[in-house]
Nanobody
Framework: QLQLVESGGGLVQPGGSLKLSCAAS????????IGWFRQAPGKEREALSC????????NYADSRKGRFTISRDNAKNTVHLQMNSLKPEDTAVYYC??????????????????WGQGTQVTVSS
């Protein structure tokens, strides 16, 4: 059974940084693609980034290029999302997930089937 647990969220001031973690159990993170998503109040869930089996990362929004970086720690069986220069509009619940087909990154939320419970990120002064 694939299980994911997000952590690392919290309250941060604009311009600050957070590093989110997605701890996996039931599978090895280097055998599956894993994506990061977020959902702000009243908005649809959106894809942020995905790391493929070979370790390559993809960001899905030009506005976040250079601010969000996905990485993987195989020893800890964890995927991270480093977020820098945070803005109030980054406030959302952040989720990680595994694609339904396990190995292929995708910008489409519907292509992902195993989700964590989410971690809240609030950017405010």
């Amino acid at each position: 059974q694939l299980q994911l647990v997000e952590s690392g969220g919290g309250l941060v001031q604009p311009g600050g940084s957070l590093k989110l973690s997605c701890a996996a159990s039931g599978f090895r993170v280097n055998r599956f693609a894993i994506g990061w998503f977020r959902q702000a109040p009243g908005k649809e869930r959106e894809a942020l980034s995905c790391i493929s089996v070979n370790g390559g990362g993809t960001n899905y929004a030009d506005s976040r290029k250079g601010r969000f970086t996905i990485s993987r720690d195989n020893a800890k069986n964890t995927v991270h999302l480093q977020m820098n220069s945070l803005k109030p509009e980054d406030t959302a619940v952040y989720y990680c997930a595994v694609p339904k087909e396990y190995y292929s990154c995708s910008p489409n939320v519907r292509d992902f089937g195993s989700w964590g419970q989410g971690t809240q990120v609030t950017v405010s002064s």
